[in-house]
């Protein structure tokens, strides 16, 4: 078994998916329990990699490898490093915490529920965990069709038109990429991530392969301007859907960039980088400005998760830059870029937690309320002492405040693009007001005053299970906001192989 | 001429076994009382199922392999695999068909040996090494399938289906005819091989051949119904009976693809160059209309006759690559299409009951909840249909893409990009069926939990097919392997 963990990890929670549906069809709370014993064992898989997974070596782990469609010359690859193991950690880690929360508010076709998310954790651990292109791109695109599904039959009034947006979207992006990697695929004969990161493209082939992943992995994790069907599918899909979508489906998109635009073409990397960080800047500022007018507080979360997702990939090209600049400039020091990308991966797992907490605060208060509009809702600390200060935490964790992972990552980043321009740094800065101002002025409107609405007089605090799910994601995100340092040093070999990789000039 | 031997003889034993067993099944089905009839569906399937074995048997023996006949009947890998899945494909044609015919009583001998002769025409045609042999195993296909698409003679939209198609069909195999016509005038030779070889002697009428070629690729475009030659398409995939329209959009898919490779790579290849630009045309074309006007159907048959002539376009685009590798590719495409289709019909089927044709997308209206596996399997083929990784319909879409952009210096570039957008704007029309099978609420009239055919074999044989098509996506590597050997060996 020890061979072949990772197949296992992906595995399992598929089997897991066909045991819930084939057992659970007829009572909800076995296919509950079914559901939760396959997350949990997956979870405890993902710990035990986590622990025997050598970080003083950056070299890729639990490696497996076998021919898969041998007259393509593909290979079933799989294996991991310390970045692919933090994502490893925070899917299994959300999808507890999804199945836990779903557990009474979802009624309608239970089974079916669970054994979507069951799915959709397996196809994204495999994202994780591929390092063959094509192999990628096939988990990559196979999370479309159970996430349709949960948007499309547990969504909103509005869920099929969402629903139809964001698979299409989704879709038409990594058609570019489909078309990327054929193109690969003839050049090189070869689509092994290892194999493309080292092989010599052009300068112009990187340059049109670069724009191919870029629509892909920009839609994925959306950056501006193809970020309209995430607040769509946001409002419209349930809770569950909407912590899934925040906390794990959008860093594939990052991931993306990390295992495909970085290695592959980083000169075109370079060579564009200013338009990736220009993107990403208009999506920190003005989709920050965007989130402040928001009166729905789950668009809200979309627009505020766009905004945070901008110093992911504004942390990754200003590495880029800061990587290029070392090797011209006389120290030769990469401790700039660095910082930046470490900051980039710890603001992904940061708002992984954040988001998803912040969307089943309002999945919490959608079942008792049944409205998502922020001015139904007001003075909730009154009667929800308990939630209202979960929910402050973790609007402080958005904000990036001290002492919470929100600001680690975002620290990190910003003083990393001082060293590459201090627009940028004072530009991304912005978002420390601009991210305080839309969610501290949310608090304010939702937790705090008098009780306005009388529904809201005779709500219930929250009970066990969602004081479980809120509770765990705030302690992680405590955690990583005080401790940073075993989630730095997991990634650390990990990220010094792709400043490597990013060193190494192809043209 | 060679005296006949036995040399010539023995590759044929597959199809002289089809052909004595539909003679007699032909007379014995006289003598059967209507209540005994299943007797002669399983007969006709057994019969398929030795006939597939008698291929197998003369691919194995390696003395077989060649030609037979001075090389107006080819046995080769590519010959085998094709007969080999027409001969499935047709299986599962005739095992999905039982329950609807009976339901509409048209339960009757006729069915099973105009399928089985229009079988006897698909394995002529893909073995064909001459242009006689192909166009002989072309009308063998084509009028069987003429009847068989108004088996149901009281319905007018049936009546009318059949003339159309035999109008429009005929006119096909006249442009064909007329092809190879002014071929045999340019080159004197109707041998695929020998009219290759004249390209060598420097012909006096280069335009000839030009004509030719035209016309042999307009007919191929015809029996494919590649846009702008698909009009008869969406009124007989929606005119003949479901069980028939089910058996036109699969087995004779490969068949096509049969005719073609043997045309273009096989005679026609010294003229890629005229064929291949005439192709791109047909290429986008299909993929525009087919596409385009997909998204407009309401109903369920229409919209995958549509569907088929977007398939086509992409199938077409292997041929475009004009490499071994694209051949290959094309071939993965039609076979995997044709069980594709197979299982999309067939789950069309298992809605239809008496007195209810299931034709409309709305008749799938809360699928989901009336029947959670049978949605399933129809989600799977969608998503087939639609490209989505995991599924065959995403395999064959790569190899065809990867092929086409294989050529010289990626010039085609364009074209796999033009495709990749359709196949997105496809996967709108396939995700519509999703959505009202999963999405909406059954329908006031038929909110039960859904009648299933007692048909046991239809229904497992059905769930199989599907399945496999996820066993196809994860695990076709052996059959990509097999599609490439067949072409390199042929």
Same mark, same amino acid.
């Given at each position: ?176 990429? @489909?078309?990327?990697?054929?193109? =690969?695929?003839?050049? #090189? /004969?070869?689509? !092994?991530?290892?194999? %493309? *990161? ?122 880029? @830059?800061?990587?290029?600049?070392? =090797?011209?400039?006389? #120290? /030769?020091?990469? !401790?700039?870029?660095? %910082? *930046? ?140 906001? %005080? ?25 | ?490």
């Amino acid at each position: 078994m020890s061979q072949h963990l990772l197949s296992w990890l992906i595995w399992l929670p598929i089997l897991g998916a066909v045991a819930t549906v084939v057992m659970g069809s007829t009572s909800p709370q076995r296919a509950r329990w079914i559901a939760l014993s396959t997350a949990l064992l997956t979870f405890g898989l993902s710990v035990f990699l986590l622990l025997n997974y050598a970080s003083d070596q950056p070299a890729l782990q639990f490696d497996e490898n076998a021919p898969w469609i041998v007259a393509l010359n593909l290979r079933y690859h799989l294996a991991a490093d310390g970045i692919s193991l933090a994502l490893i950690a925070l899917t299994t880690f959300t999808t507890v915490l999804v199945l836990v929360g779903a557990w009474a508010s979802v009624s309608d076709r239970v089974h079916q529920y669970l054994a979507s998310f069951l799915l959709l954790e397996s196809f994204m651990l495999g994202v994780f965990c591929a390092r063959d292109a094509l192999l990628f791109y096939m988990f990559f695109e196979a999370m479309l069709v159970p996430m349709f599904i949960i948007i499309g039959i547990w969504g909103g009034p509005r869920r099929v038109y969402a629903t139809l947006k964001f698979f299409l979207y989704t879709f038409f992006g990594s058609i570019f990429m @489909l078309v990327g990697l054929i193109y =690969m695929a003839v050049e #090189t /004969g070869n689509l !092994d991530l290892t194999y %493309l *990161a080292n092989y010599p493209f052009t300068e112009r082939e990187q340059f049109w392969l670069f724009l191919a992943f870029l629509i892909a992995f920009a839609v994925k994790v959306p950056m501006f301007p193809v970020h309209t069907w995430l607040p769509d599918a946001h409002v419209e899909a349930p809770t569950g859907g909407s912590v899934i979508l925040a906390a794990i489906m959008l860093k594939v998109g990052g991931y993306g960039f990390l295992r495909f635009s970085l290695p592959i073409t980083p000169d075109a990397a370079h060579e564009l980088a200013w338009l990736v960080i220009a993107l990403s800047l208009i999506a920190v500022v003005y989709i920050g400005l965007v989130a402040l007018v928001q009166d729905d507080m789950k668009k809200l979360i979309a627009y505020s998760s766009i905004s945070h997702m901008g110093f992911v990939t504004l942390g990754m090209f200003v590495a880029v @830059l800061l990587v290029r600049e070392s =090797m011209i400039s006389a #120290t /030769g020091s990469v !401790d700039g870029a660095r %910082l *930046a990308l470490q900051g980039s991966m710890v603001q992904m797992i940061s708002h992984g937690f954040v988001s998803a907490a912040l969307f089943s605060c309002v999945g919490v208060m959608y079942e008792r309320v049944h409205s998502r509009m922020i001015k139904d809702y007001g003075g909730l600390a009154n009667t929800m002492p308990w939630f209202a200060a979960l929910m402050v935490f973790l609007s402080m964790a958005n904000s990036g405040l001290p002492g919470t992972s929100g600001f680690v990552g975002e620290f990190m980043v910003i003083l990393a693009s001082f060293q590459s321009h201090p627009l940028i740094a004072a530009s991304a800065g912005l978002t420390l007001i601009i991210g305080a101002a839309y969610t501290l002025w949310l608090v304010k409107r939702v937790i705090f005053g008098a009780v306005v609405n009388p529904p809201i007089a005779k709500l219930q605090d929250v009970n066990a299970r969602e004081l479980l799910v809120l509770g765990g994601f705030a302690l992680a995100s405590l955690v990583v906001g %005080l401790w940073p340092a075993p989630l730095v040093s997991l990634m650390d070999g990990s990220v010094n192989e792709v400043l490597q990789q990013l060193s190494r000039v192809k043209i | 001429m060679n005296p006949l031997s036995m040399a010539d003889l023995l590759p044929l034993v597959p199809e002289g076994f089809l052909l004595a067993s539909l003679c007699i099944l032909l007379l014995a089905d006289l003598f059967i009382p209507q209540s005994e009839r299943s007797t002669t569906h399983w007969l006709t399937v057994a019969v398929l199922a030795f006939t597939a074995i008698l291929v197998w048997r003369a691919d194995a023996d390696t003395s077989l392999a060649g030609s037979a006949f001075s090389g107006m009947f080819l046995n080769d890998g590519v010959a085998t695999i094709c007969k080999l899945f027409i001969l499935l494909t047709s299986a599962l044609a005739l095992i999905y068909a039982r329950p609807y015919l009976i339901a509409r009583k048209l339960f009757q001998g006729e069915f099973y040996t105009l399928t089985g002769f229009a079988v006897l025409g698909m394995l002529l045609l893909v073995s064909a090494g001459n242009m006689l042999t192909a166009y002989l195993g072309l009308e063998l296909l084509a009028l069987p399938l003429y009847a068989l698409v108004a088996l149901d003679r009281d319905n007018g939209r049936s009546a009318e289906a059949a003339i159309k198609y035999f109008v429009l069909g005929a006119l096909a195999s006249g442009m064909l005819l007329y092809g190879i016509s002014m071929i045999y005038g340019a080159s004197g030779a109707l041998d695929f091989g020998s009219i290759r070889a004249a390209a060598v002697s420097n012909s006096p009428h280069p335009w000839l051949y030009g004509i030719g070629v035209a016309f042999v690729v307009i007919g191929i475009a015809f029996k494919f119904g590649a846009a702008p030659f698909h009009m008869w398409l969406p009124d007989v995939y929606q005119g003949a009976p479901t069980a028939v329209t089910l058996f036109i959009g699969s087995a004779p898919k490969i068949a096509a693809f049969g005719l073609a490779y043997r045309l273009l790579d096989g005679a026609l290849d010294p003229w890629f160059r005229y064929w291949q630009a005439m192709l791109v045309v047909l290429v986008l074309l299909s993929l525009t209309i087919g596409n385009l006007v997909a998204i407009a159907q309401t109903n369920f048959k229409r919209m995958l006759a549509y569907s088929t002539i977007s398939h086509v376009g992409f199938l077409l685009l292997g041929f475009i690559a004009h490499s071994a590798e694209g051949y290959a590719a094309a071939l993965f495409y039609a076979i995997s299409y044709a069980v594709t289709a197979s299982a999309g019909f067939g789950l069309l089927m298992l809605l239809s009951r008496v007195g209810f044709e299931a034709e409309e997308i709305a008749d799938f209206r809360g699928l989901n909840q009336r029947n959670p596996w049978y949605a399933l399997m129809m989600m799977l083929v969608m998503a087939s249909f639609a490209g989505v990784p995991l599924l065959v319909g995403f395999l064959a879409k790569f190899v065809v893409l990867k092929a086409a952009l294989g050529v010289a210096n990626a010039e085609l570039l364009w074209l796999v990009i033009v495709a990749g957008v359709f196949a997105v704007i496809g996967a709108f029309y396939y995700l519509r069926v999703i959505k009202v099978m999963y999405f909406e609420a059954p329908a006031e009239a038929a909110s039960g939990p859904l009648p299933l055919p007692q048909d046991l074999a239809f229904r497992w044989v059905l769930s199989g097919n599907v399945l496999a098509l996820l066993g196809l996506g994860i695990f076709g590597g052996p059959l990509i392997s097999w599609c490439v050997r067949a072409i390199a060996g042929g």
